[in-house]
């Protein structure tokens, strides 16, 4: 445990593990779950199968490059309104990173499902990449749902999709992982449309400690912006939109997938439009009318600059 205004209500730090993500449900499935309550968290300093959306890998250095975390949260919200959980992850990101290239060429957004973006205040002067233009993903959120042991047929079991959890221990709890590129250079990035607040020029020149002062200080950061975000989804109910809809603006306004052509790889075919809404599914308009996309992976099919 730990106090002196941490944001989270338990963070345990490994030097190394497989994920964060599978020790945490393994846990939550088992009879330590009590013992990561909401806001509690596990940290790696290395992962060695580290995970991101749809299975695929989250490639890092294994010299303290980049922030690892998984976070624990029970939302008392319905479960119907869990699917804006990936994007309020990545506001919570977002809003811990913005400070950091303010006085940098370069603004943080999100990227619809759940990836954390920097674009160049000038498009020319960053190669561009096709699908991303002159963007970078510096972090990425994997939200995984895990049920309580009683909804097999105890309390959560009479939950409906439209119920608020009576207290946190009947909510469905979500893992929330969480990765950030800090210290790695150019050269030790997994794609070309990847960066790191190093390579934004946020960060000195080591992954030392440099690095990790920086990690430790986005670590919290991220902490505080979950907490405040997801006691905001929880005034609202759930709904972003409702008490005059505050919390759907600033998710929408932080979300650079709005307003471009885009195509996505959904799971059922590839699908391009004008990317206007989200429900939190992604809207499309298309020349057959609007669709929603509920899960995909989203590329420009127009440069950008």
Do not use: Y
């Not at 968290?41 to 890998?57: D, K, M, V």
């Not at 909510?171 to 800090?182: D, E, F, R, S, T």
Request: with cysteine; charged share 20%.
């Amino acid at each position: 445990m730990i106090s002196g205004g941490s944001p989270f209500s338990r963070l345990d730090t490994v030097p190394v593990t497989g994920s964060t993500q599978d020790d945490l449900r393994a846990a939550l499935t088992g009879p330590e779950r009590a013992s990561w309550p909401h806001l509690s968290a596990l940290r790696a300093l290395a992962q060695t199968a580290g995970r991101g959306r749809s299975g695929r890998a989250w490639v890092t250095p294994d010299d303290g490059g980049a922030l690892l975390v998984s976070v624990v949260l029970r939302p008392l919200v319905p479960a119907q309104c869990l699917g804006w959980l990936p994007l309020l992850g990545g506001l919570a990101v977002r809003d811990a990173l913005a400070p950091l290239v303010e006085d940098l060429p370069w603004r943080v957004g999100t990227k619809w499902p759940n990836d954390v973006v920097a674009l160049p205040d000038d498009p020319a002067a960053v190669p561009a990449v096709p699908g991303w233009a002159g963007t970078r993903k510096i972090a990425g959120v994997l939200s995984e749902l895990v049920m309580p042991e009683a909804a097999a047929g105890g309390a959560a079991g009479v939950l409906t999709a439209d119920t608020v959890p009576a207290d946190r221990d009947e909510a469905p709890m979500v893992i929330l992982g969480i990765g950030v590129n800090i210290g790695q250079r150019a050269e030790e990035l997994p794609v070309p449309w990847a960066g790191s607040l190093r390579t934004l020029g946020a960060v000195g020149t080591g992954n030392g400690p440099e690095s990790e002062d920086v990690a430790e200080s986005v670590l919290t950061a991220i902490g505080h912006q979950l907490a405040r975000l997801v006691g905001q989804w929880e005034e609202v109910g759930g709904n972003v939109d409702a008490a005059g809809g505050a919390l759907g603006r600033r998710l929408r306004e932080a979300l650079t997938t709005l307003g471009k052509q885009v195509s996505v790889q959904a799971p059922d075919g590839e699908l391009g439009g004008l990317a206007i809404d989200v429900t939190p599914a992604l809207v499309l308009r298309t020349q057959a009318g609007d669709t929603e996309v509920r899960a995909g992976d989203v590329t420009l099919v127009r440069m950008e600059g």
